[in-house]
């Protein structure tokens, strides 16, 4: 008997074309578009809702156009909020493309501007960051590569691609939790779980070492085996089942955004490429097309590759530096590495005037909205950055030879406070790309 997530039949020799020498190419395979299509739709709605949401909440103003000074990229200095309106103009905009990916109107080119827009308003501000909205600009990426269905079908190589950036993010992530913290000391989630013994009918339970390590063993587990339970047929309706009951379990201990339902949402790429139209919904009526219509080209080809060395490289391009990432966090944007660190930190700007040989302190709010300095007093990157924007704050004053250190202790995954930043280093004369080697001390 069929069922949702049972695998497709084989496509019949009509809808595969014979290249010269009568083998089969692969990158010509079609399937079914359901699944295709529905991952389409849910991408839209997501990311429309999402948009609507940051309106509605008022994060446009709060986050984009509020603050004097934004904590940017290295190297990104000249991205800036626009206008009001036409800040207003582009979230809202941006909503639109989610509305019409999920319509399926010019998706690759939606997608492609929705990519661009998406990136550029995360960019603006580095204490934005969210691993999400990362996976947002991937999975765009791909909607606007990969070709889209005609006839009802699409290449077996798009559905594929969709599945292959949802695996990057599990099983890389599961491999960032292979660490002495997370198995060893059930850290940080011994010291999150401790702090929720108010919720309802569990929180008691919560506090139990025993329940942090229990949680901290699944989640390293489900992380790196999940992709396999989906992808095998028999298990896959009860992997999918654990998936939904364990991002609703991380919604409701942890303050995630929408991250759990963006992954219960787009994980049924996994499921048989007509699943749709098993539970019942419209089947894409197929007609006869032109293989080569949809077929990949090597341009499409190209890129994949290459967005598939991205995702390989980002994430353990911390291997390469110096330093516990866990501790310096070099490397650690783009790379998956989610809920692996817990860190309570106090930092005092101290600004020298060399000519006047007079030293003062200056707290990072002359600088920052308080949103911001939450954010970026517990990441070595943006304590730095802060550090250059307060030095720019004060050269008018004191001349352009002002001097900015920090004393920054910080406590981390449960640990006693330790100091963290070399408080002789000036680092207003760093760069703001400078390896945490060159300011950050070595972790204990």
Not at 169 to 182: E, F, P, Q, S, T
């Amino acid at each position: 008997m069929l069922t949702a997530t049972a695998e497709p039949t084989i496509d019949s020799p009509a809808v595969l074309e014979r290249p010269p020498g009568g083998r089969v190419a692969q990158l010509d395979r079609t399937v079914p578009a359901a699944s295709f299509v529905a991952f389409r739709v849910a991408f839209g709605l997501l990311v429309a809702v999402g948009q609507v949401r940051f309106v509605v909440r008022g994060w446009v103003d709060e986050f984009y156009l509020a603050p004097s000074n934004h904590l940017t990229y290295p190297g990104l200095d000249w991205v800036r909020p626009l206008p009001p309106v036409l800040m207003y103009a582009t979230v809202l905009g941006l909503g639109v493309l989610g509305v019409l990916i999920a319509c399926g109107v010019c998706t690759r080119a939606c997608a492609a501007l929705f990519a661009v827009g998406f990136g550029y308003c995360e960019l603006i501000d580095a204490a934005l960051y969210l691993n999400h909205y990362w996976f947002l600009t991937l999975a765009a990426a791909v909607l606007a590569i990969v070709p889209g269905p005609v006839g009802g079908r699409v290449p077996d190589l798009s559905v594929w691609a969709l599945r292959g950036q949802l695996a990057v993010v599990y099983v890389v992530a599961g491999i960032a939790k292979l660490n002495g913290d997370w198995l060893l000391r059930a850290e940080p989630l011994r010291t999150w779980l401790a702090a929720r013994t108010d919720r309802p009918i569990i929180g008691p339970w919560l506090d139990e070492p025993l329940v942090a390590f229990a949680f901290s063993w699944t989640g390293a587990l489900f992380d790196l085996t999940i992709v396999a339970w989906l992808l095998w047929q028999r298990s896959r309706p009860l992997a999918y089942a654990v998936l939904v009951v364990f991002h609703l379990a991380t919604a409701m201990l942890f303050q995630i955004g929408m991250f759990p339902w963006v992954m219960i949402a787009l994980t049924p790429i996994f499921f048989a490429v007509d699943w749709p139209a098993r539970l019942g919904f419209p089947r894409p009526k197929e007609r006869n097309a032109d293989v080569r219509a949809s077929r990949p080209s090597r341009v499409v080809v190209i890129a994949l590759v290459a967005l598939a060395v991205m995702n390989i490289v980002l994430p353990f391009r911390h291997v390469a530096a110096d330093g516990n990432v866990r501790w310096n966090d070099d490397g650690y944007l783009l790379s998956w590495r989610v809920m692996l660190t817990e860190r309570a930190a106090h930092v005092v700007y101290r600004v020298t005037d060399p000519s006047a040989g007079s030293t003062f302190e200056v707290e990072p709010q002359l600088v920052l909205e308080p949103w911001q300095v939450s954010a970026a007093m517990v990441r070595p990157d943006l304590i730095l950055t802060t550090a250059h924007l307060v030095a720019d704050e004060l050269r008018p004053l004191l001349g352009d030879d002002v001097e900015v250190r920090v004393d920054a202790f910080v406590a981390w995954n449960g640990r006693l406070r330790e100091r963290w930043i070399d408080g002789d280093v000036d680092l207003a004369r760093l760069d703001c790309d400078a390896p945490a080697s060159e300011y950050v001390l070595e972790a204990p």
